[in-house]
């Protein structure tokens, strides 16, 4: 079955450290996938997405995501987070299709 | 750029009452969708559509009704609130149908059941 996970619930980071955002996605054909972030009190935003060509997917704020096929991977990347990406991150997949398919979501703590 | 606006922010609702969330979008896009979040839980899709009086049922669409009168608005009918229920209900708006989209998405309206 089709299926996108997050296995990290909560992530803590100090401001100022990377960041890694875990998703894997279970899919017979490469998905589009998607990195959404949901700041308090807010409605989701696209971050990223992701269908073919270079794996390594630049978004907003210095976002980047990289694509695994090997891995079954898209996880999120930041090479130094600030206090205000303080927010709850999803990873979306699906195909043309069918409707997309979410992660949990993984809520960013960063520590001053 | 365009919004997408969700009446009312809050809801508190009593268990076997009929409740209605409101969704308007200014995007003039095709699709609007409905989704359920609950805490620790992906988003689930509740109702879509595809056009003006267009419905199509997702996989959460038992208990709720949907209405698309317009292109620009998508209401959402809880048919018979559940005691102790809480959710937040995201509406969202894309081009066109299908995973390739990008969504547009309200701030959401907060339910409480008591």
């Known amino acids: 079955a089709q299926s996108v996970t997050q296995p990290d619930a909560r992530v803590t980071v100090s401001e100022g450290a990377s960041l890694q955002l875990r998703c894997k996605y279970s899919y017979s054909a490469t998905p589009y996938l998607f990195w959404y972030v949901q700041y308090p009190r807010q409605g989701l935003q696209l971050l990223l997405k992701y269908y073919s060509g270079d794996p390594v997917v630049q978004g907003v704020n210095s976002f980047e995501a990289e694509f695994s096929k090997s891995n079954s991977s898209f996880h999120l990347q930041k090479a130094s987070v600030h206090w205000s990406d303080s927010a709850v991150y999803f990873c979306?997949?699906?195909?043309?299709?069918?409707?997309?398919?979410w992660g949990s979501g993984t809520k960013l703590i960063i520590k001053p | 750029g365009g919004i997408i606006t969700q009446t009312p922010k809050f809801l508190i609702g009593q268990e076997g009452q009929k409740l209605t969330l409101k969704c308007q979008q200014n995007f003039n896009h095709d699709t609007m969708y409905w989704y359920r979040q609950d805490s620790g839980k992906g988003l689930r899709l509740i109702y879509y559509s595809i056009t003006e009086n267009d419905l199509q049922k997702g996989d959460l669409s038992e208990g709720y009704d949907a209405s698309r009168e317009k292109k620009s608005s998508f209401s959402l009918t809880v048919t018979s609130a559940q005691k102790n229920e809480m959710a937040v209900f995201l509406c969202?708006?894309?081009?066109?149908?299908?995973?390739?989209?990008?969504?547009?998405f309200g701030a959401g309206t907060r339910l409480s059941v008591l």
């Open positions: 969202a708006s894309s081009w066109d149908w299908g995973a390739q989209n990008t969504l547009y």
């Open positions: 979306a997949g699906g195909d043309s299709n069918y409707q997309l398919i």
